[in-house]
C-alpha cells in the first residue's frame, strides 16, 4: 500500500512572508509539498500546533520544509518523498549553486516516518531548530539525497533574493526548445512573464488571452485587403509571444495543470488551423479566383479543404502518438519510430524510440550538410512559421504563405501518417504476442 505523506512547512519567521517570483517563501513551499505528493499540509506559523496537526493527519510519513530562509523547488522534496528509507535528507550536492551549506549538508528538507516521525514533530513542536534535527539524523545514518541544480537557494539578504530568482528562471527553458524559440522567442515572453508573475494572472487565463488574439488575428486576416493581412498576421505573431508565457508561469508559480496544458495544446493546435483557413480566405478574395486561370472550379476553395484535412490527419495522428504512445500532452514530445523492446515486467513490452533526430545523417556528413539537417526541421515549426508568415505579408506575397502552409500540411500528413501506420502495426504484433504496452 502506498504511504500517505504530510508535510509541515516551518513557517515561523516574518522572512517566510517576503516575496520572491511572484511568490512568498512559505506559499511557495506549501505548492511544492502538494506538487510532491503531500495528502495533508500545514504551513506552521507558530510550533503550538504540530503535534496535534501530526496526531489528526493520519499519514504515514512526515516531510518538513524550511521556509524561513529559503527559496525551495519540486526537486528538493521530490526525491525525499519518492524514497522507502524511513529516514531521508536532503543535502548539498558537491556542485551545490548556494554557497550557504556545505556539500553533504543539511538544506531544510527531511522525510521520515514511524519513530523517526514521532521524536521530530516533538522536537519541533519543543522549539528545536530543523538544522540540529537534519544534522542528527544524517549522523544515525539517514539517507542522504543531494539535491538537483533547481532546487534551493537562500533568500535572507536583497542578493540572495535576486540570485534565488535568477536560478528559478532558468526552469522556464524546456529541453525541446529550438533554436528559434530560445533567441528570438524567450527573451520578449520572460521579460513579460516577469511582470505577470507579480500579479493575481493564472496560465489559464493566459491561454485565453492567447485565443482572443489568435481569434482577432484570424479575422483581420480573412479580409481581402493586404494591410489587414499583414495586421492579422502581426496579431498572430503577438498571440504566439503570449503563448510562451502561460507555461513560463506555471513552471515558475508551481500552477502546472493536465487541464491547462490540454487548454495550451487546444489553442495552438487550433490557431495554426485557423491561421491556414483565414489566409485562404484571404488570398481569394485578394487575388481572385481567376489567379491561376479558368479551370471550372475555385482552386483557392480546394485548397483551403485540402489544408484542413491534412492538418487534422497531423492533428490526429501526432496526439494519438503522444497520449498513447508516449504518454505526454506536449506536441514536442512526438516520437516519429518506435521499436519493440521487453518490459521490466513479464509478460510487457514498450515502444522505445528508435531515434530522438528528426534527420539522421551518417557520420562523415560534410558539416554544412548537418548544420541543414539540424535546423532544417525548425522550418516547419510554429516559432519559425509566424516570423516568416509575417515577413512575407509585409512583402504582399500571402499566397506564397498559404501555398508554404498547404505544402507543408501535406507532407506532414504524409509523414505522420506513415509513423502512424507502422505504430498501429507494432501495437498489433503486440496483441498477436499477448504482450502488455507499458510505457
Not at 518523498?81 to 558537491?94: E, I, M
Not at 538544506?107 to 519513530?115: F, I, L, N, P, T
Not at 537557494?153 to 532558468?170: D, F, G, K, N
Not at 486561370?293 to 483557392?300: A, R
Amino acid at each position: 500500500m502506498r504511504m500517505t505523506v504530510a508535510a509541515l512547512v516551518l513557517a515561523d519567521a516574518s522572512s517566510a512572508d517576503v516575496k520572491v517570483v511572484g511568490l512568498t517563501l512559505a506559499e511557495r513551499a506549501r505548492r511544492v509539498a502538494v506538487k510532491a505528493g503531500a495528502a495533508a499540509v500545514l504551513v506552521a506559523r507558530d510550533r503550538a500546533s504540530i503535534a496535534g496537526w501530526w496526531r489528526a493527519a493520519g499519514c504515514d510519513r512526515l516531510l518538513v520544509i524550511r521556509a524561513t530562509d529559503q527559496l525551495v523547488h519540486t526537486p528538493l522534496v521530490a526525491p525525499l518523498v519518492a524514497s522507502d528509507s524511513t529516514r531521508a535528507v536532503a543535502v548539498a550536492p558537491p556542485d551545490a549553486v548556494a554557497p550557504d551549506v556545505a556539500a553533504g549538508g543539511y538544506v531544510g528538507a527531511m522525510v521520515v516516518r514511524g519513530d523517526a516521525a514521532e521524536r521530530v514533530i516533538a522536537a519541533l513542536a519543543a522549539g528545536d531548530d530543523d538544522r540540529q534535527l537534519g544534522a542528527a539524523l544524517l549522523a544515525e545514518g539517514a539517507e542522504a539525497i543531494a539535491h538537483e541544480r533547481i532546487a534551493r537557494h537562500p533568500a535572507v539578504t536583497r542578493a540572495e533574493r535576486q540570485a534565488a530568482s535568477a536560478l528559478l528562471y532558468e526552469i522556464i527553458h524546456k529541453h525541446q526548445d529550438n533554436a528559434i524559440t530560445r533567441y528570438l522567442f524567450r527573451p520578449v515572453s520572460i521579460a513579460m512573464t516577469r511582470v505577470l508573475v507579480r500579479t493575481p494572472i493564472t496560465p489559464n487565463q493566459v491561454s485565453c488571452v492567447t485565443a482572443i488574439l489568435v481569434v482577432l488575428g484570424c479575422w483581420l486576416t480573412a479580409h481581402g485587403g493586404m494591410g489587414h493581412a499583414i495586421a492579422g498576421t502581426a496579431v498572430m505573431l503577438a498571440a504566439a509571444y503570449v503563448d510562451c508565457c502561460d507555461g513560463e508561469i506555471a513552471r515558475l508559480k508551481l500552477l502546472s495543470s493536465k487541464f491547462g496544458a490540454w487548454l495550451d495544446t487546444v489553442v495552438d493546435e487550433l490557431s495554426q488551423v485557423a491561421y491556414m483557413i483565414a489566409l485562404g480566405v484571404h488570398v481569394r478574395a485578394h487575388f481572385g479566383v481567376d489567379y491561376f486561370g479558368h479551370h471550372g472550379f475555385d482552386p483557392w476553395e480546394l485548397a483551403i479543404v485540402v489544408g484542413f484535412v491534412t492538418y487534422a490527419i497531423t492533428i490526429y495522428c501526432v496526439y494519438w502518438n503522444i497520449v498513447v504512445l508516449v504518454g505526454s500532452a506536449n506536441s514536442q514530445d512526438y516520437v516519429g519510430r518506435f521499436e519493440i523492446a521487453p518490459g521490466e515486467r513479464p509478460g510487457t513490452a514498450r515502444l522505445r524510440p528508435v531515434t530522438t533526430q528528426a534527420i539522421v545523417l551518417p557520420p562523415d556528413t560534410h558539416p554544412v550538410v548537418r548544420w541543414l539537417a539540424t535546423y532544417a526541421p525548425y522550418v516547419v515549426r510554429k516559432d519559425f512559421i509566424s516570423w516568416g508568415a509575417l515577413v512575407l505579408a509585409v512583402l504582399h506575397l500571402t499566397q506564397v504563405t498559404f501555398a508554404l502552409l498547404v505544402i507543408g500540411g501535406v507532407l506532414s500528413a504524409t509523414v505522420v501518417t506513415i509513423d502512424h501506420v507502422r505504430a498501429r502495426l507494432q501495437l498489433s504484433e503486440l496483441r498477436r504476442r499477448e504482450l502488455s504496452l507499458v510505457r
